[in-house]
């Protein structure tokens, strides 16, 4: 391989490539292990949108990595939530630490989410309340999962 300096091109071969590769993956692999929220081994998420695509991401989200835990959901529908809390609870008891405390329901609900003390939220709500909830999780330094669309028009987004 050719020094920068020689003046020459820098010739990085297919060996280079893959043995640097490696490392760097090796690198990071071992740096991110353990990278939770605030130094603990729980990741805890909050859920706003109950219906079947909330559903969907939180089974997703579990399923992403060890230690996830949902803790709190809120959807303007009782029954909508209790169905997808139950199914939750089939599929994935060890993971469901959702308590009747920490279930809301309303308009209000995400603000409730947002404040029970989770690390990230799921904004699987519709979009059109999307930019509002968004804008409330961001202001309280919560990491956020959102699905597109992020709003229905430019005007929800000039909040």
């Known amino acids: 391989m050719k020094d920068k300096t020689d003046g020459e091109k820098y010739k990085l071969t297919r060996r280079d490539f893959v043995k640097t590769s490696a490392a760097v993956a090796a690198a990071f692999a071992v740096g991110t292990e353990r990278m939770f929220a605030a130094g603990s081994d729980k990741l805890r998420v909050g859920l706003i949108g109950c219906g079947g695509r909330g559903r969907d991401a939180v089974k997703d989200c579990i399923n992403a990595a060890k230690g996830v835990e949902l803790v709190a959901m809120g959807d303007l529908f009782k029954d909508r939530m209790d169905k997808s809390l139950e199914e939750l609870k089939k599929d994935f008891a060890d993971n469901i630490k959702v ?17 029970s003390g989770v690390d990230m939220v799921i904004l699987a709500d519709p979009p059109h309340f999307r930019p509002i909830h968004l804008k409330a999780a961001i202001e309280a330094d919560k990491h956020v999962f959102m699905e597109k669309p992020a709003g229905v028009d430019p005007a929800g987004f000039v909040l």
């Open 99 to 115: 308590t009747g405390d920490t279930c809301f329901v309303g308009f209000g609900a995400y603000q409730k989410v947002i404040a």
